[in-house]
Antibody, heavy 122, light 111 residues
Framework: QMQLVQSGALVKEPGASVRLSCKAS????????MHWVRQAPGQGLEWMAG???????FYAPKFQGRVTVTRDTSTNTLYVGVNGLKSDDAAVYFC????????????????WGQGTLVTVSS | QSAPTQPASVSGSPGQSITISCTGT?????????VSWYQQYPGKAPKLMIF???NRPSGVSYRFSGSKSGNTASLTISGLQAEDEADYYC???????????FGSGTKVTVL
C-alpha cells in the first residue's frame, strides 16, 4: 500500500536550519518525481521544490539557494532542508508524489504525506 | 509570478451545483494542459480531484468535473453534498523556471 510518512513536528529558532524527512513505502522513490509543498497557518499551498527519478533537483525561484532536496535510496526516504529559517517559514510542510511513472510527464500530485509542522520561534 | 486567483469562498445548498474559477495567466493556467485541483479538509493533506484539466482519478466522484477556457480553469461540483465542504486549490504547471503555481484557494460551504 502506497504511503508517505513524514517526520514529527519541530520548533526551531530564527536563523536555524531544519531537515524534514518523508519515508515512502509501497513503491520505489526513484520511480517517480517527488515534491515539497508548504502551507503557512491559515494560508494556501505553495510549491517549493522537486526531484526527478534521476536525481535532478529543481526549485521555485524564491527558494533557490536556501532549500535543498535530497533522498536516500537505501531507505526510500526523501528529505528537504531549509536554511536561515525566518518567521514566515513557519508552516506545515508536505511531501507529495507526482503521478507519472519513471518520469513520464504528469504534473499533478497523487499521494501526499501527512505533513510536518515547523514552528519558528525564539 | 503571482498565484492564480480563486474566489475566497463559494457556497451552495445540498443538491445544487457550484463552480470555482481559477484565473491565471498565459504563462501558467493558459499555457499547458496541466491544471489540477485538490480538496483539503482542515488539518489534512490535500487530495487530488482533477488532473490534466478534465480528468478524474480513480475513486473520485463523477460529481466533480473540470474545464478550462483561455487563462481560466474551473472546477464544478454537481449535486453538492455536506462532505464536499472543504478548501479547494487549483494548481498549474508554469514551465521549467517557475514550475508550479497553486491558486489562492476557495472555501466551499454547504448551506
Amino acid at each position: 500500500q502506497m504511503q508517505l510518512v513524514q517526520s514529527g513536528a519541530l520548533v526551531k529558532e530564527p536563523g536555524a536550519s531544519v531537515r524534514l524527512s518523508c519515508k515512502a513505502s509501497g513503491y520505489t522513490l526513484t520511480d517517480y518525481h517527488m515534491h515539497w509543498v508548504r502551507q503557512a497557518p491559515g494560508q494556501g499551498l505553495e510549491w517549493m521544490a522537486g526531484i526527478s527519478p534521476t536525481g535532478i533537483t529543481f526549485y521555485a525561484p524564491k527558494f533557490q539557494g536556501r532549500v535543498t532536496v535530497t533522498r536516500d535510496t537505501s531507505t526510500n526516504t526523501l528529505y528537504v532542508g531549509v536554511n536561515g529559517l525566518k518567521s514566515d517559514d513557519a508552516a506545515v510542510y508536505f511531501c507529495a508524489r507526482e503521478s507519472g511513472l519513471l518520469g513520464a510527464p504528469a504534473k499533478n500530485f497523487d499521494y501526499w504525506g501527512q505533513g510536518t509542522l515547523v514552528t519558528v520561534s525564539s | 509570478q503571482s498565484a492564480p486567483t480563486q474566489p475566497a469562498s463559494v457556497s451552495g445548498s445540498p443538491g445544487q451545483s457550484i463552480t470555482i474559477s481559477c484565473t491565471g495567466t498565459s504563462s501558467d493556467v493558459g499555457a499547458y494542459k496541466y491544471v489540477s485541483w485538490y480538496q483539503q479538509y482542515p488539518g489534512k493533506a490535500p487530495k487530488l480531484m482533477i488532473f490534466d484539466v478534465t480528468n478524474r482519478p480513480s475513486g473520485v466522484s463523477y460529481r466533480f468535473s473540470g474545464s478550462k477556457s483561455g487563462n481560466t480553469a474551473s472546477l464544478t461540483i454537481s449535486g453538492l453534498q455536506a462532505e464536499d465542504e472543504a478548501d479547494y486549490y487549483c494548481c498549474a504547471y508554469a514551465g521549467r523556471t517557475i514550475h508550479y503555481v497553486f491558486g489562492s484557494g476557495t472555501k466551499v460551504t454547504v448551506l
